[in-house]
């Protein structure tokens, strides 16, 4: 077969899987958006035939021939495809069948007894179902490591290849070093603090204005509602079928402005980056290739984290806000007192109520007891002690019930073990990627002040989301980062808000 | 092959297809109502592959063989289901891929350039690719023909076949002769009436308190908003995945109460049908069937025009209805004169806007325009005449412009020939199903006026919707009907609601 045609058939045949992939998406969000109740036995099915029509195409013998057909290939495009492409297939063919279905039941067995642990703070209802979780995915990982197109050294390392591939146990062991105590230190400084926001000092806003707002706020980041959506969902997320269908979802809070409005900028983050994905990349059309999407779990989340925290949280776009929300309830809104709202730092137990200076140590937290329960080093049983004890570490605060530890995640009844570090890396790199920025454009944040997002969005197009992936995330940011560690960005950014906000 | 295991394996695999269907008809039902625009080219792709996949399935080889083995069954579920899943096998590989292929380029190019020639008022424009449609449609009966379980007599015959099985032109020449003459002389007295309403006296209802109203008239009717849902679409439609997920489309007309609410009541029909369809009957499991789906179009539209006409247009439901308008609004509100409003008699040029009495004139006329089309009586460049002539000889008055006339529907530009009897089929069937149901339900006029719709919709349940299609539409209506012409029940109905508002 020549190499042009064993490329035609490839990406025909993995336009197909895309195809199959929306439509999953598109199931998963009218479920979580419009569904009537009574739909979801039905949808249960329609994503499990879905799901396995896409393993059929994914682990088609053909495949392997098309792949080795374009072996070689120096267009630098078909070079990403087949290292994408031939990671996803041999992925889906390193697991057999059984341990798929393994973990379907397992996991699906799991978040029901994980929901009602959690309502019953009973930690041991759920210590059987995660020790059967944890198991198969030491078992995934063993599989996955066989089927990887690089040596892994550590087991963990084959979970972190299917988010951010590249990035390994040793990787994060340094950042998490470096970057706790950084934060540790950080928070020390501002619970000694003499000055800084003390409490909450929630904005009420009635929900049909917020509405108003967020639009503007999604319209003024530059998220084009011709090519994409905004609607409302329990639990608020992303789903991209193409970049001219992108689907965000939020909440809104009528006591408080922020608690919404961060999360649609934080998903608008991710939907420009959906929005600006490129079609074609030096001269090659993308459908099918696998290097029309995002470079990495961690680089979709630099994106979110970008816009939701260096950006929405930021003095000018607060100050912005503030005449936002005054023009749209005509009510006298103070700019300093939103910022201080918006940045007050508190360690807590929940990961997802965390301030931008907490936030990384509860990620740092879970790492480690993921390593250690995946190389073997800790079991299940001794895993609510463990958490209780790191939490303590890190955070200086110990839990009094599971639902404010071990309990509180939804990921691991999910199987998602590997995926946390993704969370700081986004946020780490957000860091690196705004300094970049900040010496491409002298008038950022004059800029941002006045709303005026599109050099920011523009900015992020020619340097992130342009380019696909055609290189792998941590990559693509070392090579914006031209040197500079992005946890040290992290924290002189943290340093230069919250340091500055508490006077430490 | 034992008989079960073919029976195990043609459910499995006719279920995989219904899946298809439902993703299909989710995806189409997301184009319409929250798709953004730019959502479009992908949106066809993902139809396109549906489309593939659901026809692979249909045309398995595999299919003949269980089909074959399951041959001569007697438990009446099996019976049904090897007729209805072999009319759409044999279907499916009746028609050559070069035509299916062929149909779909002509439809697609027919529909763009039928809109620009409607709007243009250039009948010319448009003739070219209709003559194509009907050529490629003649083909396509004659495929049909050779694969059918029953002989036709006439080319229209097969294609009938397809949406009211068992329906031939034969039967509809005699019930269009015999319905057109009746609803010709009720027209000329109405006509000729000194009393009724002689001019439309809409009732205009803020947006906001239409959506309050159209809510509680769908659960006065018993559709279930657990198990659906009601949207707006620019062209309502009612998309079934499922009885547990149906959901309903409307427009809303601030002038015209009216307006919008007849057509949610005529939705609400059609979902009341497919929130009833049975998922078991006599012991066996529908899933995959064939059978736990609609007896045929006709039946299909009888349940949406009972709702609509027969119940919704009635005297009592509008004075109930008057009620709530007062309740909702606060202002008075003359049931007599809603009433009236509802059932105003003047024959006018669009189908879609025609009343009750004048309706099914226009079916007759595309009734025997397409049939002659098909048989070859009668060319494209000639139909816009014998359309106009019809009209006139029908409804007395003579189209001034080809979009009053053969350019107003979109069905042929799509394709679309052989379904617009089942419009008058619905009709008259709801006609005669009203006639058993008030037999059976002395005070069911009482019940409607008190918006006590169960018993309705518990007859309708037991006698149309649960039955599923166990027997093919014509049939079960034949049972039900017990001798009585569902023409003269039609024409009794109008003779009683419109010869008495306007006394003739």
């Not at 990406?11 to 009218?30: M, P, R, S």
């Not at 090659?284 to 984290?305: F, I, N, P």
């Not at 790191?390 to 309990?407: N, W």
Request: charge should be negative.
């Amino acid at each position: 077969m020549t190499p042009d045609a064993a490329w035609d058939a490839l990406t025909a045949h993995f336009h197909e899987v895309d195809l199959l992939a929306d439509l999953g998406g598109l199931a998963e969000w009218d479920q979580h958006v419009w569904m009537p109740p009574g739909g979801g036995p039905l949808r249960g099915q329609h994503k499990g035939l879905l799901a396995k029509l896409q393993h059929e195409r994914l682990t088609d013998p053909r495949v392997a021939d098309w792949l080795a057909a374009l072996d070689g290939s120096e267009h630098p495009v078909r070079a990403a495809a087949v290292r994408n492409l031939g990671r996803t297939h041999r992925a889906a063919l390193a697991k057999p069948s059984a341990l798929v279905q393994a973990q379907a039941e397992a996991t699906s067995g799991a978040f029901a007894t994980w929901v009602k642990a959690r309502q019953d703070e009973d930690v041991a209802a759920f210590a059987p179902a995660l020790a059967r979780v944890v198991e198969l995915t030491r078992q995934e990982a063993a599989c996955l490591a066989d089927a990887a197109d690089v040596p892994f050294a550590h087991p963990y390392d084959a979970l972190l290849h299917q988010y951010d591939p590249g990035v390994t146990v040793a990787d994060l062991d340094a950042l998490f070093a470096k970057l706790s105590s950084g934060l540790v230190d950080l928070l020390d400084r501002i619970r000694g603090a003499s000055q800084g926001p003390t409490a909450p000092s929630p904005t009420p806003v009635p929900v049909d204005v917020q509405r108003r707002i967020h639009r503007r706020v999604c319209e003024a980041m530059g998220f084009d509602m011709q090519r994409g959506r905004l609607d409302e969902a329990p639990h608020p997320f992303t789903m991209g079928m193409d970049p001219a269908d992108v689907r965000l979802t939020t909440r809104y809070f009528a006591d408080d402005l922020h608690a919404g409005l961060l999360g649609t900028i934080h998903e608008a983050g991710h939907g420009l980056y959906e929005q600006g994905l490129p079609a074609e990349l030096d001269g090659l059309a993308l459908a099918g290739t696998g290097v029309g999407s995002a470079a990495s779990t961690g680089v979709h989340e630099s994106q979110s984290r970008f816009w939701e925290n260096t950006i929405g949280r930021s003095r000018p776009f607060q100050a912005w806000l503030a005449g936002v929300v005054a023009e749209e309830t005509g009510q006298d809104v103070d700019a300093a007192r939103l910022f201080a709202h918006a940045n007050r730092v508190a360690p807590s137990f929940i990961r997802v109520e965390a301030d931008e200076v907490t936030y990384n140590l509860h990620i740092a937290l879970r790492f480690r007891l993921e390593v250690a329960l995946l190389a073997g080093d800790l079991g299940t049983a001794d895993l609510p002690g463990a958490w209780d004890d790191l939490c303590q570490e890190l955070l200086g605060i110990r839990p009094e019930r599971p639902s404010q530890g071990v309990l509180q995640d939804v990921h691991w009844s999910a199987g998602l073990i590997g995926y946390f570090p993704s969370y700081t890396l986004g946020n780490v790199y957000a860091a690196v990627l705004a300094e970049r920025m900040a010496a491409d454009l002298p008038d950022l944040w004059d800029r941002v002040g006045a709303a005026d997002l599109a050099p920011v969005l523009g900015w992020l197009r020619t340097h992130v989301h342009g380019r696909g992936h055609l290189v792998d995330g941590a990559l693509l940011i070392d090579g914006i980062a031209a040197g500079r560690d992005p946890v040290d960005a992290f924290l002189a950014h943290l340093q230069g808000r919250h340091g500055g906000l508490y006077g430490v």
